[in-house]
């Protein structure tokens, strides 16, 4: 069955940078791709980029452009979400999602990896 | 970027009960939308694409439907499990948003 799995929480200080990363088994992971979604406190879900696993084409929210990097490593079936100079308010909850589409995507997510919570606190 | 907007932001209903929830669009998009359920704790689960096609595995009680700039999210006949926040979340462009989500609680 298909499963992601994602790293750690972590706890980070402001300016630092965190990596997460999301291990996925049950399928061809090149087939799919990856997107990247956060949820801080009590808030809505926010969508921050994905990675096509196959050819490593990457689509970032303009929100985060400057300060996010997906990439990924076929060989381990994993794909990493990279977030820099981070502040109070990047706390929040990370998740990879699986898009079901090949090549290009679907752009909707059918299975989540169980979040990983990022702390950033002085 | 499309806002989306739910409502309402929490919903009280009996075991049996039939229950609606309503997303709207800032803009037409389509029938690209997708329904997410999250309870609390856990990620969400992926329940409906392209506004009303039921993911493979998610109980018929569930339905969708909707095109433009408005949509709804039914369940014909409320179950204990059903009580969770639920989320819908546009497709039709950059960048993907969801709404703010719809708590149900059984009363």
């Known amino acids: 069955q298909v499963q992601l799995v994602q790293s750690g929480a972590d706890v980070k200080k402001p300016g630092a940078s965190v990596k997460v990363s999301c291990k996925a088994s049950?399928?061809?992971?090149?087939?799919?791709?990856i997107h990247w979604v956060r949820q801080a406190p009590g808030q809505r879900l926010e969508w921050m980029g994905w990675i096509n696993a196959g050819n490593g084409n990457t689509k970032y929210s303009q929100k985060f452009q400057d300060r996010v990097t997906i990439t990924r490593d076929t060989s381990a079936s994993t794909a990493y979400m990279e977030l820099s100079s981070l502040r109070s308010e990047d706390t929040a909850m990370y998740y990879c999602a699986r898009d079901p589409g090949g090549g290009n995507g679907d752009y909707y997510f059918d299975y989540w990896g169980q979040g990983t919570l990022v702390t950033v606190s002085s | 970027d499309i806002q989306m907007t739910q409502s309402p932001s929490t919903l009280s209903a009996s075991v049996g009960d039939r229950v609606t929830i309503t997303c709207r669009a800032s803009?037409?998009?389509?029938?690209?939308l997708a329904w997410y359920q999250q309870k609390p704790g856990k990620a969400p689960k992926f329940l409906m694409y392209k506004a009303s096609s039921l993911e493979s595995g998610v109980p018929s009680r569930f339905s969708g439907s909707g095109s433009g700039i408005e949509f709804t999210l039914t369940i014909s006949s409320l179950q204990p499990d059903d009580c969770a926040t639920y989320y819908c979340?546009?497709?039709?462009?950059?960048?993907?948003?969801f709404g703010q989500g719809t708590k149900v609680v059984i009363k």
């Open positions: 979340q546009q497709y039709y462009t950059y960048p993907l948003t």
């Open positions: 803009q037409s998009i389509s029938s690209w």
């Open positions: 049950g399928y061809t992971f090149t087939r799919n791709a």
